[in-house]
């Protein structure tokens, strides 16, 4: 079930179909039912904010999938223990995941019952990745497991490089991903909660209070 918040009213069909507003996705954190939410969205959307808040307002772990693959001197995990220790994190009874890896998403989704879809303007997008990226460099922000952004990747437009590029050429790829996933029958069981603005944010974290 796609619901979106502020772009179509009740009895109303959204760009992806019939979407609601109001108590009924305002009240979707309330619910007993709402416990194992998996965040997704392009880098730099505020995946990692937003998750935080969700966790905070229903008690639950929060758990970066980047913290679990990314090993000290950026070296990623193997792909068999990197699926490992997500299984073992999505077995919890009740959790906040947040990242977008296409080998971990059937094990979290899998256990999930809502997925919360940040799709903001890709120029949105760009102003906070820049942003976070700058900061991060200059402050020597510690990320996972001791790594930290490196100023040279603030110089260079290889996607696996740069966060920044990353972010820009994946956007369309995630918006189409993330479309088709809402549709797919094999998906029924998860409530996808798509937020296109700021401002549907706020209104949807005001339901985790």
């Known amino acids: ?27 979707l954190l309330r619910s007993r039912f709402v416990r194992r939410i998996s965040v997704v969205g392009t880098s730099g959307s505020g995946k990692s904010t937003v998750g935080r808040r969700l966790a905070l307002g229903l008690g639950v772990p929060f758990i970066e999938l980047d913290s679990i693959y990314h090993q000290p001197g950026w070296v990623p995990l193997p792909a068999e223990e990197f699926r490992r220790r997500v299984a073992e994190a999505a077995a919890g009874d009740g959790w906040v995941i947040d990242g977008n890896y296409s080998k971990a998403r059937p094990l979290v989704w899998a256990r999930a019952d809502t997925v919360v ?64 996933a809402a549709a797919d029958p094999a998906n029924a069981h998860l409530h996808f909660v798509r937020l296109r603005s700021h401002a549907e944010i706020r209104r949807f974290l005001a339901g985790a209070g």
């Open 1 to 27: 079930m796609m619901r979106s918040i502020g772009r179509a009213g009740p009895g109303r069909a959204g760009p992806l179909g019939r979407n609601s507003v109001g108590p009924g996705v305002h009240g």
């Open 117 to 180: 879809w940040l799709d903001l303007p890709r120029w949105t997008v760009m102003q906070q990745v820049t942003w976070r990226s700058l900061r991060r460099a200059a402050f020597r922000v510690e990320l996972w497991n001791g790594n930290r952004e490196r100023w040279a990747n603030l110089f260079t437009w290889v996607p696996e490089d740069s966060v920044i590029s990353w972010a820009w050429h994946r956007h369309a790829v995630y918006r189409e991903r993330y479309a088709a």
